[in-house]
């Protein structure tokens, strides 16, 4: 009976110790690039909570004007810091709304123009309610319609003296209504004020920053596996 000698072609031995920090290292390498897609995450849903919080703190509830105004100011891999703001950072100032400033952190609230707007809600709802939305605020259109020179229903300013005390009285300023039978005027708008005491009403800083720590851990996490299968 023969007999078959096995031959060891090759013996093997490997340190996985260099394979493991090799791992390591790569895996480090990717922290800059989860660290910020975890932020950027995290700061889109955190605007989107302001928005949804928007309803129950501002009075009348928000426009579509400051409803869209939240700018996020993304990170990246080389600059981790991360913002979200109702103020434009670039020069785009068509872009702020500084009036939130007031809401946030309390204030005196200056006219963006001259004068502060403020309806008298018994007469926009009476006279003029197609311009009157159900959170209480006025329509651009109303404005426009009421600048028109010679429109003969609307007009800005403050009545010709028909009472000696109306002549220059800077608390009569407004848009007016003149009633087309009886020529009766009712003030729809005053604009008799500059500015005026804003309370904090919208604690938007503290509502975004609780939101931002509940959830950025979860999506840290989500954001480095994800950078692990794809490097």
């Given amino acids: 009976m023969g007999r078959v000698r096995c031959f060891t072609l090759i013996d093997i031995k490997y340190d996985f110790t260099k394979a493991g920090a090799d791992l390591a290292k790569k895996a480090e390498d990717q922290i800059p690039f989860a660290t910020s897609l975890a932020i950027n995450k995290t700061l889109g849903l955190t605007r989107q909570h ?16 400051t409803r869209r105004g939240m700018r996020v100011y993304a990170t990246s891999k080389f600059d981790q810091v991360g913002a979200i703001t109702f103020t434009a950072m670039a020069s785009d100032s068509s872009k702020d ?26 007469n926009m709802k009476k006279f003029a309610p197609r311009f009157f939305t159900p959170r209480g605020n006025v329509s651009r259109g109303f404005y426009n319609m009421a600048r028109k020179k010679g429109h003969k229903q609307y007009f800005i300013g403050i009545p010709k003296p028909g009472k000696k005390h109306w002549k220059g009285n800077h608390n009569l300023m407004g848009v007016w209504r003149r009633d087309p039978a009886s020529g009766k005027l009712n003030m729809m708008i005053s604009l008799k004020r500059s500015s005026r005491q804003q309370r904090k009403t919208f604690p938007a800083p503290e509502l975004a ?23």
Avoid: C, W
């Fill in 50 to 65: 302001i928005k949804e919080q928007m309803d129950t703190y501002i009075e009348g509830g928000p426009t579509g004007h």
């Fill in 97 to 122: 709304r500084g009036y939130m400033k007031e809401l946030m952190y309390s204030g005196n609230k200056k006219a963006r123009n001259d004068r502060l707007p403020e309806p008298v809600i018994k």
């Fill in 209 to 231: 920053r609780k939101f931002f720590e509940a959830n950025i851990d979860r999506q840290y996490r989500e954001a480095f596996i994800f950078a692990i299968r794809t490097m």
